[in-house]
């Protein structure tokens, strides 16, 4: 009887079987404590608090302003290194680029900037939203969430989508050590989809997670008008937290 333990060549001859790759650690992430990140719309109040909070730990960090002394003072303002510049210094010197620009603001500066951002891997944090007395409510872009207008504007960058559901007040605070939310991160590539979910765990009480490509980034925009109607209701600065994971 023959053996079934390794296939046969027409001849009789055995020939090995591949070992099976293991899957990859999904947690087993980069180190990018070495890159440079630049903030657009750091002026701002959720890109000034991520630049602080990624400068306070150990980040690199450059925000960039259409005014470059506005950006510098702000950086001042912030101190860990921080340096500002004008978007498109911002742009150049970084190497990952977070939009954190107004959505009215979002499709024009992004459109300005394409030559500075080929080649940069760019994280889009901006939610599209609309207010009226009933509150926040999601609006949708044309191409379907403000992460795939950024894909759109910039084909020859590497386009993610994540720091969505921030509270800017937390991120602000100094008094605040630990920032306590998982931060949704989606994009096309896996590298980096994890370049970006090591640097949100750069932060403390920070995780990144993977949370599937820009298509579904409409959805993860749009629950920061639930978000915000739930700090309305409880005087509440909530983030979100993944169970089982």
Same mark, same amino acid.
């Given at each position: 009887?023959? $053996?079934?333990? $390794?296939?046969?060549?027409?001849?009789?001859?055995?020939?090995?079987?591949? @070992?099976?790759?293991?899957?990859?650690?999904?947690?087993?992430?980069?180190?990018?404590? *070495?890159?440079?990140?630049?903030?657009?719309?750091?002026?701002?109040?959720?890109?000034?608090?991520?630049?602080?909070? !990624?400068?306070?730990?150990?980040?690199?960090?450059? #925000? *960039?302003?259409?005014?470059?002394?506005?950006?510098?003072?702000?950086?001042?303002? %912030?101190?860990? *290194?921080?340096?500002?510049?004008?978007?498109?210094?911002? @742009?150049?010197?970084?190497?990952?680029?977070?939009?954190?620009?107004?959505?009215?603001?979002?499709?024009?500066? !992004?459109? $300005?900037?394409?030559?500075? %951002?080929?080649?940069?891997?760019?994280?889009?944090?901006?939610?599209? !939203? =609309?207010?009226?007395?009933?509150?926040?409510?999601?609006?949708?872009?044309?191409?379907?969430?403000?992460?795939?207008?950024?894909?759109? %504007?910039?084909?020859?960058?590497?386009?993610?989508?994540?720091?969505?559901?921030?509270?800017?007040?937390?991120?602000?605070?100094?008094?605040?050590?630990?920032?306590?939310?998982?931060?949704?991160?989606?994009?096309?590539?896996?590298?980096?989809?994890? #370049?970006?979910?090591?640097?949100?765990?750069? #932060?403390?009480?920070?995780?990144? #997670?993977?949370? =599937?490509?820009?298509?579904?980034?409409?959805?993860?925009?749009?629950?920061?008008?639930?978000?915000?109607?739930?700090?309305?209701?409880?005087? @509440?600065?909530?983030?979100?937290?993944?169970?089982?994971?």
């Amino acid at each position: 009887m023959t $053996s079934t333990d $390794s296939p046969q060549t027409t001849d009789g001859a055995q020939t090995a079987v591949p @070992a099976k790759t293991p899957a990859k650690d999904p947690f087993d992430l980069p180190d990018v404590s *070495g890159l440079v990140v630049g903030v657009l719309g750091g002026t701002g109040p959720q890109g000034k608090g991520l630049a602080f909070r !990624l400068a306070k730990a150990g980040q690199k960090v450059i #925000i *960039g302003s259409r005014a470059a002394d506005r950006a510098q003072a702000a950086a001042e303002e %912030l101190g860990h *290194g921080v340096e500002g510049a004008d978007n498109a210094e911002t @742009a150049r010197r970084s190497d990952i680029v977070i939009v954190a620009v107004p959505w009215d603001g979002h499709g024009k500066t !992004l459109e $300005s900037l394409r030559e500075e %951002l080929a080649g940069k891997l760019v994280v889009d944090c901006v939610n599209p !939203l =609309g207010f009226d007395k009933k509150g926040a409510y999601a609006l949708k872009p044309e191409e379907g969430s403000a992460a795939e207008q950024a894909a759109a %504007l910039l084909p020859d960058s590497r386009v993610t989508a994540a720091f969505h559901h921030l509270s800017a007040v937390l991120l602000q605070d100094p008094e605040i050590e630990e920032i306590d939310t998982d931060v949704m991160v989606l994009g096309e590539e896996r590298a980096d989809v994890e #370049i970006v979910q090591a640097l949100a765990n750069r #932060i403390p009480g920070m995780r990144g #997670i993977f949370s =599937g490509r820009l298509r579904n980034a409409h959805q993860v925009e749009s629950l920061v008008a639930n978000l915000i109607s739930v700090n309305r209701r409880y005087k @509440a600065h909530a983030g979100l937290r993944l169970t089982d994971v």
